[in-house]
C-alpha cells in the first residue's frame, strides 16, 4: 500500500508539473492577465483586408478574431489582442459562394501577432510583431504561404554605413534569396538608413544606405528583385506617366498611364488593374481593384464583392 501510495504521490507530481509547465508555455499564468482579469472573445471576426494577389484571378484576404482582456469586478477592459488569424483565397473575376481556400491558427490568445502586414511573393504573404499602442515594429517577423503554416522569425539587427533605422513596412524579394525591406518611404538624407536586407536563414535584418550600384533607387516609389534582375516603380502623381524599369536603364513598354500602384508580389498594380510582367510585356486584368474595400469592377460595374 505504502509503494502505491508513493507511486500515485509521484505521478501527482509529474501531472502538476506539466500543467504548470503548459501553463508558463501557453499564457505566462498571471504574467498574461492578471488574478483579477479574465479574457473574452469579440462575437465576430474583424473585417477582411486585401494583402495580396496571387496572379490575374486570384486574391489573398486576410482577418482575425479580438480578444479582450476584462476586469472581473466591473467588466472594465484592460487589454486587447488578436487571435485565430485566418487566410481567404477569392477568385476576384467570378462570383463565387465562398473563397476556393482557406486556413486559420487555432492560437487562442497565447501571442498577440499581426500576420498579415503585406505580401512578399505570389503566394506568401509576411507579418510582425507590431506594437498596437506605438506602430513600431518589434523584431519577430512571419511568413505564410498558401497551404503551410507560418513560420516565424527572430533576427538581430545591425547597421551598415548608418546609424538611425526606421519601422518596416515594406518587404519584397531580392537578390540572392534575401528580402529586401524598407520604410513607408525612402530616406535620402543625413545618416539616416534607407533600406535593409533581411536575411531568414541567418536571421539578421542589416540596415544599410545605398550603394553606388542602387542609388538608382532612391529615384524608385517600390523595388524588388527577379532572379538576378532588379524592378522599380516611379510613379508620376500629376500627370500619370509612370514608368517600370529593369535595372536602373531598360523601361518596360507600356502604353497606360497610372498615377498609383506598385508590386504585389508577382503582379503589378497600375491604378486599379491587376496586371502580370512577363517576358517584359505587361498584361492587364480587365477587372480591377480600386482599394476601396473588398469590391471589383468591369466596366463600372461590381462584378465580385467578396463581403457575400
Known amino acids: 500500500m505504502k509503494n502505491l501510495l508513493k507511486k500515485f504521490e509521484i505521478k501527482r507530481m509529474i501531472v502538476t508539473a506539466l500543467a504548470a509547465l503548459a501553463c508558463v508555455c501557453m499564457w505566462g499564468c498571471g504574467d498574461w492577465f492578471d488574478e483579477e482579469t ?5 462575437e465576430h471576426r474583424t473585417e477582411k483586408s486585401i494583402v495580396g494577389f496571387i496572379d490575374d484571378s ?8 479580438n480578444w479582450y482582456e476584462v476586469e472581473d469586478e466591473n467588466d472594465d477592459q484592460v487589454g486587447s489582442g488578436k487571435g485565430n488569424q485566418a487566410i481567404f483565397v477569392y477568385n476576384y ?5 465562398g473563397p476556393v481556400f482557406m486556413d486559420s491558427l487555432d492560437n487562442g490568445m497565447e501571442e498577440n501577432f499581426n500576420y498579415g502586414l503585406g505580401q512578399l511573393s505570389d503566394s506568401v504573404i509576411w507579418g510582425g510583431n507590431v506594437n498596437h499602442l506605438t506602430n513600431d515594429m518589434g ?6 504561404k498558401i497551404g503551410q503554416k507560418p513560420y516565424k522569425v527572430k533576427v538581430k539587427e545591425n547597421k551598415d554605413g548608418c546609424s538611425v533605422g526606421f519601422n518596416v513596412r515594406i518587404l519584397r524579394t531580392w537578390l ?12 535620402r538624407g543625413g545618416d539616416t538608413c534607407q533600406y535593409a536586407i533581411l536575411d531568414s536563414v541567418a536571421k539578421n535584418l542589416t540596415y544599410k544606405r545605398f550603394g553606388d550600384d542602387l542609388k538608382w533607387i532612391q529615384k524608385c516609389d517600390d523595388v ?7 524592378y522599380c516603380v516611379i510613379l508620376d502623381d500629376e500627370s500619370g506617366n509612370s514608368i517600370i524599369l529593369k535595372n536602373q536603364f531598360d523601361t518596360i513598354p507600356n502604353s497606360r498611364r497610372f498615377y498609383i500602384g506598385g508590386f504585389w508580389g508577382s503582379m503589378v498594380k497600375m491604378n486599379g488593374n491587376i496586371c502580370s510582367l512577363k517576358d517584359e510585356k505587361i498584361t492587364c486584368s480587365d477587372v480591377t481593384w480600386r482599394g476601396d474595400g473588398l469590391k471589383f469592377y468591369k466596366d463600372d460595374e461590381v462584378v465580385v464583392d467578396l463581403n457575400l
Open 93 to 97: 473575376r467570378v462570383q463565387l459562394d
Open 224 to 230: 524588388r528583385a527577379w532572379e538576378k534582375d532588379v
Open 176 to 187: 540572392d534569396g534575401k528580402i529586401y525591406a524598407q520604410g513607408s518611404k525612402l530616406t
Open 38 to 42: 479574465h479574457f473574452e472573445w469579440a
Open 58 to 65: 486570384l486574391v489573398i484576404t486576410y482577418n482575425a478574431r
Open 139 to 144: 523584431n519577430v517577423y512571419s511568413f505564410w
